[in-house]
């Protein structure tokens, strides 16, 4: 028999292991006991929490000064159940702490806005999701928060951004939609030299593929309602970072007011369970999707990070463990078609993937950016920012590979 203590002790560490342990059982030595003998995580759905008597109250309120509580107060301070899952999260991330938010997009508002004042300054690169930067570049000025967009893997642009009053460099890696990859090492170290705190939209990547806290980034963001929840069926976005940073958003976030639902959590967390295995399979999907398309006649031109002709394949070798889902690409019009009918045309030819924005779910999803995402501006417009009106991002779900380049195959041919 095993006493206590030497069941709780941890038979593998994060730092060596890749991902899928963490993301079944949690951190090392999370073999916890929970309410009712239950394997799974509890969903404790309450808005608030009792206290015994005056007592007990107080001896609570007399611990919280001193440090974060262990207990539930009111459910806007923490949650048992979203709790558990930040932990999950900060292990995969090899983070000191992680704090939810119910998206993607609260993750990171609120950590700007926890982090930036008047005055400051914040640089961001281009490529990075549309609404950050348009967060960055029309909300924080409304409050006297000037932002620099610099292009992505341009060092030198970066570091002649940077001014005294520069509080954060937020970037993504990789990008949307052209996946660019950032060299995380060499730009946690330009920011350290300048005492400018980093973060990175990790989300197209996944703990799986890299870990940018390994590398020197201050923070990692994921909207945890991609790959990290991975069915579709629920938002949920997350910061990760040193227990510090992680506690000052967290008494931000306790005035601001976004907290996830606790159901939500446990939605995620059943998620990660199988986070390793689906990486894998959309790891190998995107990867095999691109080779194929790379090959195709009608396709001009395919960015996947997994290809020696994409820009960053370099650094992305050495930085990720895999390249992701995410393949996109421009279709060749046939003689009479214009680009936006080209690219239409094949999306509506394909039958697996559904047409819808999102990517990271065990679904292929596929979308024309120009339609999508700039339906607004005009080709020229788009085309001056870089979207061309034949684009096509295919984000690959968990089928069956020769499924989903037999169906791209004949829709390439009807279209
Ligand atoms: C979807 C997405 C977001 C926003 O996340 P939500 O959960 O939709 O709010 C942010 N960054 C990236 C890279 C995304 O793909």
């Given at each position: 028999m095993l006493t206590e203590t030497e069941k709780r002790?941890?038979?593998?560490?994060e730092r060596e292991s890749g991902t899928g342990t963490a993301a079944v059982?949690?951190?090392?030595?999370?073999r916890r006991r929970h309410a009712h003998h239950a394997l799974t995580t509890p969903l404790?759905?309450?808005?608030t929490y009792t206290f015994d008597d005056t007592a007990d109250l107080r001896a609570y309120m007399e611990a919280k000064m001193w440090a974060p509580p262990e207990r539930g107060e009111y459910g806007r301070y923490g949650n048992p159940t979203v709790r558990e899952v930040e932990k999950r999260l900060a292990a995969l991330d090899q983070g000191d702490d992680a704090l939810l938010y119910p998206t993607g997009m609260a993750a990171i508002t609120n950590t700007l806005l926890a982090i930036l004042s008047a005055g400051s300054h914040v640089i961001f690169t281009d490529d990075c999701y549309r609404k950050t930067r348009h967060f960055c570049s029309t909300f924080l000025r409304r409050f006297n928060v000037a932002s620099t967009q610099v292009p992505v893997g341009d060092y030198a642009a970066l570091e002649a951004a940077i001014r005294p009053e520069t509080r954060l460099i937020v970037s993504e890696?990789?990008?949307?939609?052209?996946?660019r990859v950032a060299d995380l090492e060499r730009l946690a170290s330009i920011a350290r030299r300048r005492r400018v705190k980093t973060m990175i939209d990790a989300t197209f990547a996944t703990p799986c593929n890299v870990r940018p806290l390994a590398w020197g980034i201050d923070l990692v963001v994921h909207?945890?309602?991609?790959?990290?929840?991975?069915?579709?069926d629920v938002m949920a976005g997350v910061v990760v970072g040193e227990a510090g940073l992680i506690h000052a958003l967290r008494q931000s976030q306790g005035m601001l007011g976004g907290v996830l639902d606790p159901h939500a959590a446990f939605l995620l967390e059943r998620g990660l369970k199988t986070l390793d295995l689906r990486v894998r399979r959309h790891n190998e999907n995107g990867r095999r999707v691109a080779q194929f398309l790379e090959n195709h006649?009608?396709?001009?031109r395919v960015w996947y990070?997994?290809?020696?002709?994409?820009?960053d394949h370099e650094i992305a070798r050495t930085q990720m463990a895999g390249f992701g889902g995410v393949v996109t690409f421009t279709v060749a019009p046939r003689p009479g078609q214009t680009a936006l009918e080209a690219a239409s045309r094949l999306i509506d030819a394909?039958?697996?993937?559904?047409?819808a924005p999102s990517l990271g779910g065990v679904e292929s999803l596929i979308e024309q950016p120009a339609i999508m995402?700039?339906?607004?501006?005009s080709a020229e417009e788009r085309a001056a920012i870089g979207?061309?009106?034949?684009l096509v991002r295919f984000a690959a779900g968990i089928e069956e590979t020769e499924d989903l380049i037999a169906d791209l195959a004949q829709a390439l041919n009807e279209s």
């Open positions: 002790t941890p038979v593998w560490t059982h949690g951190p090392a030595g999370g404790v759905q309450t808005a890696s990789p990008t949307n939609p052209y996946l909207s945890a309602t991609k790959y990290l929840a991975g069915h579709n006649p009608r396709v001009e990070p997994g290809l020696p002709s994409h820009p394909t039958t697996i993937p559904y047409i995402s700039y339906y607004e501006l979207i061309p009106d034949n």
